[in-house]
């Protein structure tokens, strides 16, 4: 969820604070990315009946086999993670403030008490996977140098499963981060990404774009909304491209910067 838009390439980490928040640097706040794994067959008897009533718990015991495929995105009301004129300097583009998503995710920059189940859930899968424009600048072939943009020691401490058209060896890291590059499609990386995670959760970090492919190929359990009160008007928006969708409300949750609203994807 909180990280540059798959059409735009981000800036090298610098002081801003929503680059260090987003990316892993200095500051003490939750370094966010997200989402989660499979959980198989739905069952429909009276025990699942009750189960569904308690959320997450319940969600958590209908596992099967695989965890859920989950997903975590901040989006404004009118549903857009970044928008227009999106730049290495301006990764947001036009999104209503300093084109680092400071007024998108001042709900965990600036109220995190408020919002801590939510922040806690990021970055609890057992693997991950995002596009290859979250990972780094770099484009087409690997012709510089570039680890992420979180440093020695990245705060998944799981396997990361990065998609790509250009083949790489795998990168190991500090902390138990290693990541793997994936050229052959994002059911391939699901794939290994839930061989990686055995029964717990994967999670589809982002962005926009990758969370749309998974979300139109029917490959995600759960999504997390986090919206925000403002609107942009234009840019990167949720479910572009992605075919109507049954969903479940399992949760929601008002706070002073965000609306949290929790979907089981049925169809």
């Not at 301006?90 to 109220?111: C, I, N, T």
């Not at 408020?114 to 290859?132: H, T, V, W, Y």
């Not at 699901?190 to 029917?218: C, F, K, P, S």
């Amino acid at each position: 969820m909180l990280i540059p838009n798959e059409r735009a390439a981000p800036a090298p980490v610098g002081p801003k604070i929503l680059g260090e928040l987003w990316f892993g640097a200095s500051h003490n706040l939750p370094r966010f990315l997200t989402a989660v794994p499979h959980r198989g067959p739905v069952r429909r008897d009276a025990a699942w009946e009750h189960d569904r009533e308690q959320g997450d718990d319940a969600m958590n015991r209908d596992r099967r086999d695989n965890g859920r495929v989950i997903c975590n995105l901040t989006i404004s009301a009118d549903g857009y993670s970044a928008g227009l004129n999106q730049t290495e300097e301006r990764p947001f583009g036009d999104d209503g403030g300093d084109g680092w998503a400071d007024k998108l995710h001042a709900w965990y920059s600036e109220s995190s008490e408020e919002n801590r189940e939510e922040i806690d859930q990021i970055l609890a899968a057992k693997a991950f996977i995002m596009g290859r424009n979250m990972f780094g600048p770099v484009r087409g072939e690997w012709d510089r140098p570039w680890i992420g943009w979180w440093g020695d020691n990245p705060p998944y401490h799981a396997p990361v499963f990065v998609l790509t058209h250009h083949a790489r060896e795998p990168q190991p890291m500090e902390g138990g981060t290693t990541f793997h590059f994936v050229t052959d499609g994002i059911e391939s990386a699901l794939t290994r990404a839930r061989e990686a995670a055995g029964d717990g959760d994967v999670a589809i970090m982002g962005g926009a774009t990758t969370i749309n492919q998974y979300l139109a190929a029917g490959l995600i359990d759960e999504l997390r909304l986090h919206i925000v009160p403002l609107t942009l008007g234009a840019g990167t928006r949720l479910f572009e491209g992605v075919p109507p969708l049954k969903l479940e409300q399992v949760k929601s949750h008002s706070a002073s910067l965000v609306t949290h609203v929790t979907y089981r994807v049925l169809s």
